[in-house]
């Protein structure tokens, strides 16, 4: 019994030793040529950017060998050694790093296009094969650039040379796709073959034949629009880091020309998206954060209503559990303030006094008080050049087709000193709308209404409800008739 436990324990440890030495990174690199006493260092590649990693190679003076050794394997994705001379970098050569992280390299100085044409790998297939698929492509590719050259210089493109050049040009560049996909078709999980088909855009078939005619269109819309990231696996960090960052580029395509600019269809399409990554949390947080940002510096006028959403619905309830305290609090403080002013909303009803009464005092005005179907709130100040710009242009349009469109304004003078503000108003006969000022007040409406600058415009409805926001003067009236034409039969 003593014996067989002897042999147990052995071969436990032996197993245990054997997991160890195969866990973690380590990567011995032989460069012939390199220059004496220069640094060795591994980049990688992340979202677009080329990162150098923070620790460098130990060389070995003996075998005359550079090695990288971590404790905890690296991310899976395209790496690169990276060369120096006189203390600055000089040359890349890319390699992959994911499943097998105990291998080694041999490649010669300068890492120029032949060198790392000839680089050679040992205990590293996921690197040979591509390497493979490189040599055996690098003369077909090369012919594809020869062809391209020589067509450039000829003038009539379609001259029998010209037609024999594009033949050899097609011949080639098959050659080369024939290769490329039958290294997908052998190697489906490699990481090349993922970064590969993740640049393929999906195939929309026709509308079965259920769907009505009229319907058809609409049909391969939503199916394209649905299945538009159906080649990109978003719960494959490892695309991340790669050369070309697909995903950046699918996604802006993705938010500016497949979702229906109308806030309603964004919100449900961008959450859609985020949805499937939630998988992996280095892309839910990139793609979160990204859709996030690209909706809070957008001046479209109605987008607030997207991210106050994707707040309330991702860090509001801490699903976004990446963000700082200071960070959280700065974004859920902007959407507490953005809600109550997203279209739709009625904002907080305020009263100041009526500056048309002669004494400021004598009476105060609602901003609710218009008995229109809109009423334009305009908040100004005398001494802002903008506004100078702005009041004519409204006092015209005031004048010309207030009761056509049927609609009053409310403008709010926000000058310390009313006779100021009132010798403005007179000058320049713009007292036939309601003007009063905003230096009293029941409420605080700049906080409220987030009043930071002047002039700006809101547009009420007849209930009072916020049907637009931050405009121009000009913007008001084709606003105004293309409301009309959606919401009134007149």
């Not at 080329?50 to 690296?74: H, S």
């Not at 080694?104 to 050679?120: C, G, K, L």
């Not at 699903?319 to 303030?337: C, G, I, P, Q, V």
Request: aromatic share 12%; hydrophobic share 40%.
């Amino acid at each position: 019994m003593k014996k067989l436990f002897l042999l147990v324990f052995i071969a436990f440890w032996g197993i245990l030793g054997t997991v160890q030495a195969n866990s973690g990174f380590e990567l011995t690199v032989r460069v012939s040529g390199y220059p004496a006493g220069e640094q060795l260092r591994l980049g990688q590649h992340h979202t677009g950017r080329q990162l150098l990693l923070a620790d460098t190679a130990v060389f070995d003076r003996r075998r005359g060998t550079w090695t990288f050794r971590r404790d905890e394997p690296l991310e899976g994705g395209m790496y690169m050694l990276v060369s120096f001379s006189d203390g600055e970098a000089d040359g890349t050569a890319e390699l992959i790093i994911d499943k097998n992280q105990r291998f080694s390299v041999e490649i010669n100085h300068p890492f120029n296009a032949e060198n790392i044409a000839n680089m050679r790998f040992r205990n590293s297939p996921e690197n040979q094969v591509f390497q493979d698929l490189n040599v055996k492509t690098r003369a077909w590719l090369e012919e594809s650039r020869n062809v391209q050259r020589e067509l450039e210089a000829i003038e009539d493109k379609t001259s029998p040379e010209a037609e024999a050049l594009q033949e050899r040009g097609r011949a080639a560049w098959e050659k080369t796709t024939n290769a490329r996909n039958q290294f997908m078709a052998d190697n489906p999980d490699h990481l090349v073959t993922v970064f590969w088909r993740s640049q393929t855009p999906i195939d929309v078939p026709e509308a079965p034949d259920y769907i009505p005619e009229d319907e058809r269109q609409s049909w391969r819309y939503n199916y394209w629009k649905d299945n538009f990231f159906a080649n990109f696996d978003l719960t494959d960090s490892r695309l991340f880091r790669m050369p070309f960052f697909v995903f950046q580029q699918r996604l802006n395509e993705y938010l500016e020309t497949v979702l229906s600019p109308h806030s309603d269809s964004i919100i449900s399409g961008v959450v859609h998206l985020i949805e499937q990554t939630r998988e992996n949390m280095d892309i839910f947080r990139f793609t979160l954060s990204e859709i996030l940002n690209n909706y809070l510096r957008s001046q479209i006028v109605g987008y607030d209503a997207i991210w106050v959403y994707l707040i309330d619905r991702y860090f509001a309830t801490g699903k976004a559990s990446w963000t700082s305290e200071a960070t959280m609090e700065n974004l859920l403080r902007a959407a507490n303030r953005a809600r109550p002013l997203l279209a739709g909303n009625v904002p907080a009803e305020f009263l100041s006094p009526d500056l048309n009464e002669g004494q400021p005092n004598g009476q105060w005005r609602s901003v609710f008080g218009a008995r229109t179907r809109y009423t334009v709130v305009f908040f100004w100040e005398s001494t802002c050049g903008h506004c100078k710009r702005e009041m004519p242009l409204l006092r015209d349009f005031y004048n010309a087709k207030r009761k056509e469109l049927d609609f009053e304004v409310f403008a709010v003078c926000r000058d310390r000193n009313l006779e100021v503000c009132w010798n403005y108003l007179t000058t320049n006969n713009m007292t036939d709308w309601i003007n009063v000022t905003g230096t009293a007040s029941t409420v605080q409406w700049d906080e409220l209404w987030d009043v930071n600058s002047v002039p700006t415009i809101f547009v009420l409805d007849s209930q009072n409800r916020i049907v637009t926001k931050r405009i121009s003067v000009e913007q008001i009236e084709p606003f105004i008739r293309n409301w009309n034409a959606l919401h009134y039969s007149d």
